[in-house]
């Protein structure tokens, strides 16, 4: 914008475009560019990821945060400095004078802007397609979320889990469902963000990098146990992850073949169903805290609800869990279709278990 001119004197305003203000502005554009190239390479708000996808994304957000702290420094030092330089001094009751807009600065501030975001836009489209773009050898796993539990299958080497296990360096493709209400799968360190809905199959690519575990977190708020509806995923070398397959592999032929512990058959159920996340049970490893403790249950099942036997109200604690609200939990806590979840055999299966424990 241009402003009348005149002499800058005593209770007239300073001239805007004279030599001061060129300085200042040079000095602006100087410390917006060098904070911008320092918070745009130095990324203060992120730890380092651990998956070749996420280092793309960790890029393209240090580019976004230096062209935005670039703006921000610019827009910021200029308002300061016009409050300081052209505000209106104690007991000034003149009018300001009369200014008519400028053409070529407004051409100016739209045009660029536009093409910021044009340039910042055309960037995150292209890391997307980077990162989304399957290799001929990635490991599949479909993934499916339920209230309040991850569940991991890897078709290839007919495996299930409760955590997910991944080879280093080897793209894994991800099949995402859930079996209820709308999950978001998360992992912070790999910058993997992904809705998971009942109603259709969303993919996602990942390549872990660094070897560890880390946490797995839904971040859709999908009822009651959300908070408690966490997994991990362990980046292992390639030989453990072999290592782990067989071990997970023997281990289900074992279950396969042990109609003979239907302790051992019970015991799977309760975790891979998720009836881990909510309740503690020493014997399953679990420490949930939503629902009831059930260590001790058997010696109270037949006493809950009169006339009816310790199988029955287990059986309808489970595919009914309304009908009887134990003392301190509120109603709706628990999920309403395990009877559709669960086949009968595998309830009966899990009836068995919790009975059976002392």
């Known amino acids: 914008m241009s402003q009348a001119p005149g002499p800058e004197a005593s209770g007239s305003q300073p001239v805007m475009f004279d030599t001061t203000s060129r300085l200042v502005a040079i000095v602006i554009g100087v410390v917006a560019v060098v904070a911008g190239l320092v ?84 960037m995150s489209y292209q890391v997307l397609a980077d990162i989304e773009q399957p290799q001929d ?33 080897r793209q894994v493709h991800m099949k995402m469902r859930s079996n209820d209400v709308i999950h978001s799968f998360w992992v912070p360190e790999m910058r993997i963000k992904k809705d998971v809905m009942p109603d259709r199959v969303t993919e996602a690519f990942i390549t872990g990098t660094e070897t560890g575990t880390y946490p797995i977190v839904c971040t859709e708020l999908c009822g009651a146990g959300h908070a408690v509806m966490r997994s991990q995923i362990i980046i292992q070398s390639d030989a453990d992850f072999k290592a782990w397959i067989a071990s997970q ?17 019970g015991r799977q159920l309760f975790n891979s169903s998720g009836c881990n996340a909510c309740h503690a049970l020493a014997d399953a490893g679990a420490v949930g805290a939503l629902g009831p403790e059930l260590d001790g249950y058997s010696a109270v099942a037949g006493t809950r609800v009169p ?46 278990y919790l009975l059976g424990m002392k």
């Open 249 to 265: 592999q023997t281990t289900a032929s074992q279950a396969a073949g042990a109609a003979a512990d239907p302790m051992a058959a």
């Open 39 to 122: 918070l745009g390479i130095n990324n203060p708000f992120l730890n380092r990821s651990v998956a070749t996808e996420g280092s793309a994304i960790d890029q393209l957000f240090g580019l976004t945060l230096g062209i935005a702290t670039v703006v921000f420094v610019i827009v910021q030092g200029f308002l300061l400095y016009s409050i300081v330089r052209f505000g209106r001094q104690p007991d000034d009751d003149t009018d300001g004078p009369p200014i008519r807009g400028n053409h070529k600065l407004e051409i100016f501030w739209t045009v660029i802007p536009a093409l910021t975001i044009f340039f910042v836009g055309f």
């Open 137 to 169: 050898d990635a490991l599949v796993v479909e993934v499916k979320g339920f209230q309040f539990a991850w569940q991991f299958y890897y078709p290839e080497q007919d495996v299930t889990s409760t955590e997910m296990h991944i080879p280093v360096d």
């Open 307 to 352: 006339g009816q036997s310790a199988e029955q109200y287990t059986l309808e604690a489970v595919v009914k869990p309304n009908a009887f609200i134990v003392e301190g939990f509120p109603a709706n806590l628990m999920p309403q279709d395990y009877g559709l979840r669960i086949s009968e055999q595998d309830l009966d299966k899990l009836v068995t």
